[in-house]
């Protein structure tokens, strides 16, 4: 089952660009506008509004470096 989930990778430029729309924003920014994209009522923690990041540069339709299915493993 997990060999068929597609893998997206993203530079730190394209998440920025896609939440901020600047590729070299300052983590502070990333982490406001996560909140404001995302109706929070607070800013998230810096781990966590770098994984927001990447799921709004995702969603809003980011094709990423490699999109490839996981390896089979043995």
């Known amino acids: ?3 068929s989930l597609p ?5 730190a430029l394209q998440v ?5 729309g600047n590729g070299h924003a ?16 607070g800013n998230p923690g810096a781990d966590a509004a770098d994984a927001l ?5 995702h969603a809003h ?5 490699v999109q490839s299915p996981l ?4």
């Open 53 to 57: 990041a990447c799921a709004i540069c």
């Open 26 to 41: 300052k983590k502070e920014q990333v982490q406001e506008m996560v909140r404001r994209l995302l109706g929070l009522a």
């Open 61 to 65: 339709g980011g094709q990423g470096l």
């Open 16 to 20: 920025k660009q896609a939440v901020v």
């Open 71 to 74: 390896p089979a493993t043995a």
């Open 1 to 3: 089952m997990l060999e």
């Open 7 to 11: 893998v997206a990778e993203y530079t």
